[in-house]
């Protein structure tokens, strides 16, 4: 045991021999109400509603789902109470009734906390008569309408709107109504930076930016850079406004902000991080070829910048699909499996539906269900640490801004491909079934990784000085690395270094300009090696697309070799030119307990385009090979594709098993559940633990199980969709 296992076990043992009821207590004197949420439901109500909405059986409903807090519509682009605010907009039927303030009360007598749900980015005609400044304004001076609800206007976030109208709406609500919190639909996302010409902007871009910025996402634009930096100190400055504006009335209330997007993201969510008490993923469900795991993704992309506080996820319980349906269910199991992702990723679900008179009303039962065995089970969901031992780097900045000087075909929907590198390696690793964390590319201190076996880092081709610093510093204390592709060759804003940052580190210099996209590239096997387990019986591998040339550092024999592309048509053409080279394809570097994989391709994108078993076996070998000697604190053996997470939890540990075995893994929606046969799991608790029961908590069923030492060994017979084994 080196130094730091042995400091991460004595940890894990201390907050282990802490009696569950005294952990309690603690964390209720010093969290806040948001922190202790389970659950979480929403009714988004429509102008009409007021007409005919039963506050008293929704209210009703939404106890019977047990949830903690509630959210309703408060006002913004519609008021549902009789609002004083000028110029903010009521309901055209709201009449004599206060819609918001009822239902309030009917949650408040059920002991659920109120969340008013406002609407921040549009308002009306009137409006805009009277406060021309407060909208946005494209090129040509015209303010922008609604591309559906043409009647209505965008507002400005570095306009007075968000400043002084906004905060006046909140102020009112606050002292009517004394809410818990505010949330705002739509903003601040995400996504790209949004670019406008009103008055507010131009000075902005005059006083702070030195021109106007481009209206698409370009890292190398220097305006586009100052505009970025620009852009996110606005939404900072109003997210702290409106959570001071929100504990006014009541010093425990929080202004929540709406984010998600997954994996895919463009704006700074480290920083968002710092402000944010409670990070809400409007992540309300999947369509066209999105895989299946991307809401567990979602809940490890939020965990990796809130670290334990609090996050929640919106399940929309209507077909959020494309195209959409409001005002239909999606089916049971894929809502089912959503909620299911957002709680074995350490969220707590929030239940969605829209309108006050539903005429499907399948989706209330899928709700209940749950979240009635959500309630029931609720002490194994309040986990306090990840049992992970592997930390996957999110490379945030690559996402955003990489853009390969490739091939111009290679740029389409340029979005989703700097999310390919990490898509690839995360299939990778759920075929492997391991268990692992995202950790921010802004938090690699020795604090966050120092718990971690290895850093796996997909392409994080844009990386800053200080996590390359910090990465080195971690390979250089014990700990292993395994890099792809063009990782640290650029800095964050993709600016070209004369050498990748971590290349001495990963035992390569650089020879030449990215090679490829190309098909028919082949790796050589050289030498048989670890990573090569289960690959016998041929000398080629399947190449990567793309490549970075490389030479080794160090002399000596490579294990792959790169066999460049030749013509894969016709086939009187295919044949390899140049069978045989000395570049190499990996480098795989060992020093005492320290490991370090590179590859000079991008197997990991490669192996999400094609999805060739040999380059994820490759991968899944390379990940074994860094753990060196060192159990897994998790194995699960059986078929079938699952995602597991495993948590200390307050009573004791849990391990949560998703199946995604299913035909809808890329094209939802999932419909069935096919079960997954015995799962045979072992799992490692801290030393001199005791465990005493072993529960399956879906099937809610007692598994017999052995303990030698700290590992503890049960067979879950059967996962249908969703399982959850809670040891105590
Ligand atoms: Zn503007």
Not at 52 to 80: C, Q
Not at 530 to 554: D, I
Not at 602 to 620: I, K
Not at 693 to 710: C, D, H, I, K, Y
Request: proline fraction near 6%.
């Amino acid at each position: 045991m080196n130094r730091r296992e042995f400091v991460a076990r004595s940890a894990a043992a201390g907050a282990a021999a802490v009696p569950g009821r005294r952990l309690r207590a603690r964390a209720a004197t010093a969290a806040p109400w948001y922190a202790a949420m389970r659950r979480c439901g929403q009714l988004n109500f429509n102008e009409r509603d007021p007409l005919t909405l039963d506050v008293a059986a929704w209210a009703e409903y939404w106890a019977s789902l047990r949830v903690n807090a509630l959210l309703v519509n408060g006002g913004g682009i519609m008021a549902f109470y009789p609002t004083d605010v000028p110029y903010h907009h009521r309901s055209a039927f709201l009449g004599t009734r206060d819609l918001f303030g009822e239902m309030a009360a009917a949650a408040r007598a059920r002991g659920i906390r109120v969340v008013a749900r406002m609407d921040c980015n549009y308002s009306w005609e009137e409006a805009l008569r009277a406060h021309p400044e407060w909208f946005e304004r494209d090129r040509d001076g015209e303010p922008r309408r609604h591309n559906e609800s043409t009647w209505l206007f965008k507002t400005c976030m570095f306009s007075p709107y968000f400043t002084e109208q906004m905060p006046a709406i909140y102020r009112e609500i606050g002292k009517r109504y004394a809410v818990d919190a505010f949330f705002t639909n739509g903003w601040p996302s995400t996504g790209a930076l949004g670019v406008c010409y009103c008055e507010s902007c131009q000075k902005v871009y005059r006083e702070k930016v030195g021109g106007v910025p481009p209206e698409q996402t370009d890292a190398t634009n220097p305006l586009y850079r100052r505009y970025y930096a620009v852009f996110m100190d606005r939404l900072l400055e109003v997210w702290r406004l409106w959570d001071a504006v929100a504990r006014e009335s009541r010093p425990d209330a929080v202004y929540v902000g709406n984010l998600g997007g997954g994996i895919r993201v463009v704006k700074d969510l480290a920083r968002i991080g710092q402000v944010a008490g409670w990070f809400n993923a409007d992540h309300q469900g999947r369509s066209g070829d999105t895989p299946l795991w991307d809401c567990a993704q979602q809940g490890r992309v939020a965990r990796s910048v809130m670290k334990g506080r609090t996050v929640t996820n919106v399940t929309g319980a209507y077909s959020n699909s494309r195209p959409v349906w409001r005002h239909v269910a999606k089916p049971a199991a894929e809502t089912t499996l959503w909620m299911a992702q957002t709680v074995a990723s350490g969220m707590v679900p929030w239940f969605h539906w829209l309108g006050g008179a539903p005429e499907d009303e399948r989706w209330r039962d899928t709700g209940r269900r749950f979240f009635a065995w959500l309630a029931a089970q609720e002490p194994h969901f309040r986990n306090t640490r990840s049992v992970a031992d592997l930390a996957v780097l999110f490379p945030q900045t690559t996402i955003a801004f990489y853009r390969s000087g490739g091939p111009g075909a290679w740029r389409g929907s340029e979005r989703v491909q700097g999310t390919e590198y990490l898509q690839g390696l995360y299939a990778a690793l759920l075929q492997g079934r391991f268990l692992f964390d995202f950790v921010h590319e802004s938090d690699l201190s020795a604090q966050t990784l120092g718990r971690y076996r290895a850093l796996l880092v997909p392409n994080a081709a844009h990386l800053a000085d200080e996590p390359c610093r910090q990465i080195r510093a971690y390979v250089q204390g014990g700990g292993s690395l395994l890099a792809t592709f063009e990782t640290s060759r650029y800095d964050e804003w993709g600016d070209a270094r004369s050498e990748p940052a971590l290349a001495d580190l990963c035992g390569f210099i650089s020879a030449g300009d990215v090679v490829g996209p190309a098909a028919n590239s082949y790796m050589r096997i050289e030498e048989r090696h670890p990573v090569l387990a289960g690959l016998e019986g041929t000398k080629l591998l399947p190449g990567p697309e793309s490549r970075l040339p490389v030479r080794l550092r160090e002399a000596s024999r490579p294990v792959l070799t790169v066999v460049p592309s030749y013509p894969a048509f016709p086939p009187e053409m295919v044949y390899a030119r140049t069978p045989r080279t000395d570049d190499p394809a990996a480098v795989f570097r060992q020093r005492d307990n320290s490991r370090v994989a590179y590859f000079a391709g991008d197997v990991d994108r490669t192996f999400w385009r094609s999805g060739n078993p040999d380059l994820s076996g490759l991968l899944q070998n390379t990940v074994r090979w860094l753990r060196g000697d060192r159990a897994q604190p998790v194995t699960i053996e059986g078929d079938g594709l699952l995602e597991a997470f495993a948590w200390e939890t307050e009573p004791g540990y849990a391990l949560h098993l998703l199946n995604y075995t299913t035909p809808n893994l890329t094209w939802g929606l999932v419909e069935h559940s096919y079960p997954i046969g015995p799962q045979r799991v072992r799992f490692e608790v801290a030393p001199g633990r005791t465990i005493r029961r072993v529960e399956a908590l879906r099937s809610g069923r007692a598994l017999p199980f052995e303990q030698e030492g700290a590992a503890v060994r049960c067979e879950v017979s059967s996962v249908v969709d969703y399982e959850v084994v809670a040891l105590t």
